[in-house]
Each structure stands twice: as C-alpha cells, then as structure tokens.
C-alpha cells in the first residue's frame, strides 16, 4: 500500500496482486517507470481518509503491506479483518526505511540470503555514487512540494527521503530541522517558506504553487511525479531511477561547488 513495498515485492520477483494508489501522486494504475511490466488491480489511497477496504478484500491478498495506511490503529483493525498486515515498522514518519522493508520481507518469504543480496547490491550501488561526487559530502539539500496553498518539506534527516541523500554525505538544511520542531515532515505558509532559499540542492515539486523566494545560492531542480515520488518513498528498487536522474544535479553541484 506503499510505493516502497510494491517495488520491495517486486525486486523479489514477486508481482503484488493490487497496489495502492495515492490520489494525486501516483499514476491510475499504480505503476511506475522503474517497477517493469506488470499489472496489478489499483486500490485508491487518501491522505485525508481510510483506503477502500472492499477493493482490498475483492483482491483477495495474502498478505497485506500497508505501511503509512495503518498508523491509525482502527484502519489496521480493519485491514487485518481482510489479511494478516504489516503495520509500519517505524513508531513514527511518513515511509519505512527501504532496507527494513527489504530485510523484513525476506523474512516472511523465507529468503533471507536474497535480502541481504539486494542490499548488498544497492549499498554497491550507493558507494559508486559517493565515488562519482565526492563534492557533495557536506553540501546542503532540501526536497519541497508547492502547491497552491502552502510548501510542504522533508524535515527529519531520519525520515527515508531524508536519509538517502544523508547516505551520500549530504545534509538537511538545518533551517528547516530547527524550523520543524521535530516533526518529520512540514507543512508551512508562505510567509514562512523565505527560510528555504539557503540550500545547495533544492529539489522541488511543483503542484500548482506559486514561486518560492528566488534561489540566492546552489542549484534548484524541479521533479516530476515519477521521481518525486521516488525520492519520498525511496525503495530497493528505484534507487537506480533516483541516481540516473539526479546525475546532472549532483554533476552541477560539483562544477560550481556548494
């Protein structure tokens, strides 16, 4: 019921039988570029209300992964009612981190010698990029979505979006952290927003939004849905899109410097 979880499911080679499908983010049909060929039955997802239970049981699961879905315990209740469920394996934040969902369904699969395979490969992966741009480490970063209405920003350097380009030596704009007041991900007016003009990578989504406060430093890049998305539920599995795509930012940065 993740992004994160259907590609975790597919880099086991495992096709989910129906996926969620976050009204507004993701594509009618739940897959995206770096998922492959299949096609499983769309079940529509909600920030603001419960998912639709009677898809998810007409889909007749095995099991169900539902991460951010089930925070609420009477949803998890429900869900449960349906097929035994994974609830987030995080006491807090928005995704679960990509390597926890992998390690975790190689247990319930019974194949933890292909969990620890995958891992190796994208922490193989991780270390090439490290490699290609060494000037990134210390640079600061930023992820926003813009909409009409109000700024919404990655504000927790643990949330997995956060961390993934910590992996790389990068760090959350502390203006935001201090700004969050713990919270893992912000929502701000604005008025508010003139606070994200200082990092050195801002990657911004835009979703109908005015101009943010022009940029006195670093480089702004906008993102699509596809990579958005990406970049706020990272996976095992779309770790590549995410590297590939980034290249000539990251590639940027280290031309002119942080």
Not at 78 to 101: C, F, H, K, N
Not at 180 to 186: M, N, S
Not at 213 to 238: K, R, Y
Request: glycine share 8%.
């Amino acid at each position: 019921m993740s992004t994160s979880w259907a590609d975790t499911v597919r880099a086991f080679d495992i096709d989910p039988v129906a996926v969620g499908v976050l009204t507004g983010y993701a594509p009618a049909d739940g897959r995206f570029p770096w998922q492959g060929d299949y096609h499983p039955t769309p079940v529509a997802l909600s920030l603001l209300g419960d998912p639709d239970f009677e898809a998810i049981a007409a889909a007749a699961p095995d099991l169900i992964l539902a991460d951010f879905s089930a925070r609420n315990g009477a949803v998890y209740h429900r869900l449960s009612e349906i097929a035994p469920t994974i609830a987030p394996l995080g006491d807090s934040g928005y995704v679960d981190a990509w390597r926890d969902q992998v390690d975790v369904l190689g247990q319930i699969l019974d194949r933890p010698a292909d969990a620890d395979a995958l891992i190796a490969a994208a922490e193989t992966e991780l270390d090439d990029i490290r490699t290609a741009f060494p000037c990134v480490q210390g640079a600061s970063f930023l992820f926003a979505t813009v909409s009409a209405e109000a700024v919404g920003v990655v504000a927790d350097p643990r949330d997995p979006a956060a961390e993934l380009f910590g992996e790389l030596g990068m760090e959350l704009l502390p203006e935001v952290i201090d700004l969050a007041q713990g919270k893992t991900r912000l929502t701000m007016s604005y008025e508010q927003s003139a606070v994200l003009a200082g990092a050195n990578l801002t990657l911004v989504r835009e979703r109908g939004g005015r101009a943010l406060p022009s940029w006195s430093s670093g480089h702004a890049v906008t993102v699509d849905g596809p990579l958005a998305t990406a970049l706020s539920d990272p996976s095992v599995q779309n770790l590549d899109y995410i590297t590939e795509s980034l290249t000539p930012a990251l590639a940027a940065l280290c031309t002119t410097g942080p």
